[in-house]
């Protein structure tokens, strides 16, 4: 080649939830099976659609309007019922032009970050999901700016620190978050929503504000950003992939808050929409079955089941994990993961899991070289055990552990699983 061609930010894409699954394949070539507990995709972990909203989807596919293209900000009737969800929260208003479907949140995330100015940056947690973080990263070689979340303290946000960073730098241009979080599945309480508002409002900010999870909230009703936005210009990203769930309908959107009233926003968000009209439009099918799934009246009794399934699992985590005092357990207060935290100075890069398998072993043991404490743990957890969970170091922080999901349908199977994985730590720490 004439010349190097990849973008130097290029290099900070990282995305370790399936990263990890490339070391389980090849140990897998080894003759080790494997049980995956890091993908957050409810129907691979043998969740079955609702009837009904199977039933709705069937029968969409007997209209042709199903089959075309359509708008390039989506479908006008669904962006309507969209903006009147919007509206009736109480808050912010929008119209069906503040509404923008996306191919699944993964994809407006990429133009979200990518159309910000190359020297701006956006400030997010830490732990982060690594969707935000390497989209924010691969921008440039910039370091990230991040704030902590504690898991001393229930994953509560340090928003002081939050507020020296904004404050100190002034090439912070957003606020990024999560709520609930991933990989925490902390809910941001109302008080700290309004805290950050008031601190993008003082910054002249806009708020990236992540709402995935928004309906698999343990704690009760679900507050969304726009509730409480007042004038601040932001961004709320919602979708169905986990909710109905179907994340394979590639199906998300974004609701574009207080869009006309700062220029800067407005251009920016202009350009959002002119992105999109590049790529032609989102899955048509998908964006027909929101109006008839969100309205339909089993719908809220759908997302409090499983909002309660996933709260009861987490239960069922901090009991099998509560007896080993190496760990630290915050219990997750929506979403369905349940991230576990080796406590400072548990882990050191000496420790092992016996591995019978010799192919399996020695691939082990060549991989844990020089990587993070808690890559190493999750690489013999594989090796030895066969099962897989996400590092927590794959989520940008400096703590160790890793990540469950919540997700395993059959009960005799997660628990098993949650308890062999607890037997595996004591034996590794030991
Ligand atoms: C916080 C968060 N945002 C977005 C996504 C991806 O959403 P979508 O399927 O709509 O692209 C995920 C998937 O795990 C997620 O955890």
């Known amino acids: ?45 043998g969740e079955k659609v609702a ?25 006008l009737a669904t962006r309507e019922f969209l903006a009147g969800e919007v509206n009736k929260r109480g808050g912010a208003q929008v119209t069906a032009d503040d509404i923008l479907f996306v191919n699944g949140i993964a994809d407006a ?25 390497s989209n924010e990263s691969k921008r440039g070689s910039y370091e990230n700016i991040t704030f902590p979340l504690d898991p001393q303290n229930g ?53 990236i504000c992540d709402e995935i999870y928004t309906h698999l909230n343990f704690t009760g009703r679900a507050r969304h950003l726009s509730e409480i936005i007042g004038d601040v210009p932001a961004i709320a990203l919602r979708g169905i992939s986990k909710e109905y769930p ?26 959002l929409g002119t992105a999109k009209m590049l790529e032609v439009c989102a899955t048509t099918l998908p964006q027909l079955s929101v109006p008839l799934v969100f309205g339909d009246a089993r719908y809220p009794e759908h997302l409090r089941t499983r909002a309660a399934k996933f709260a009861a699992r987490a239960e069922e985590v901090a009991e099998i994990f509560g007896a080993l005092p190496e760990l630290l357990l915050p219990k997750p207060q929506g979403a369905f993961y349940y991230p576990i935290v080796f406590k400072d100075g548990v882990l050191n890069g000496r420790q092992t899991l016996p591995i019978d398998r010799a192919p399996t072993r020695e691939i082990v043991e060549s991989i844990v070289q020089g990587v993070a404490d808690d890559k190493r743990f ?19 922080t400096p703590l160790n552990g890793f990540r469950l999901t919540l997700l395993r349908d059959d009960d005799d199977l997660r628990r098993a699983t949650f308890r062999r994985i607890a037997d595996a730590i004591a034996r590794y720490v030991k």
């Open 1 to 45: 080649m004439r010349s190097s061609i990849v973008h130097e930010g290029a290099v900070n894409i990282n995305y370790e939830i399936r990263h990890i699954v490339e070391v389980g394949q090849r140990l897998i070539k080894s003759g080790r099976s494997m049980t995956w507990e890091n993908i957050g995709d409810p129907i691979q972990m």
């Open 51 to 75: 009837p009904w909203i199977r039933a709705v989807v069937r029968d969409l596919l007997e209209q042709e309007v199903a089959w075309a293209y359509c708008h390039s900000r989506g479908i």
């Open 109 to 133: 995330v990429d133009k979200i970050y990518d159309l910000i100015r190359k020297d701006a940056r956006v400030v997010m947690p830490s732990p982060s999901y690594s969707t935000h973080l």
């Open 155 to 207: 994953w509560r946000p340090d928003l002081d620190e939050l507020r020296n960073l904004v404050k100190y730098n002034p090439q912070v241009v957003a606020i990024a978050l999560v709520n609930p979080d991933n990989p925490t599945g902390m809910v941001y309480a109302e008080s700290e929503l309004r805290e950050m508002v008031a601190i993008a409002a003082k910054y002249g900010l806009f708020i």
């Open 246 to 271: 179907w994340p394979g309908a590639r199906c998300g959107w974004i609701e574009i808050l207080n869009a006309r009233k700062h220029p800067a926003f407005a251009e920016y968000v202009k350009a």
């Open 378 to 396: 999750a690489y013999y957890l594989m090796g030895a055990e066969g099962i897989c969970v996400t590092p927590l170091s794959g989520f940008h």
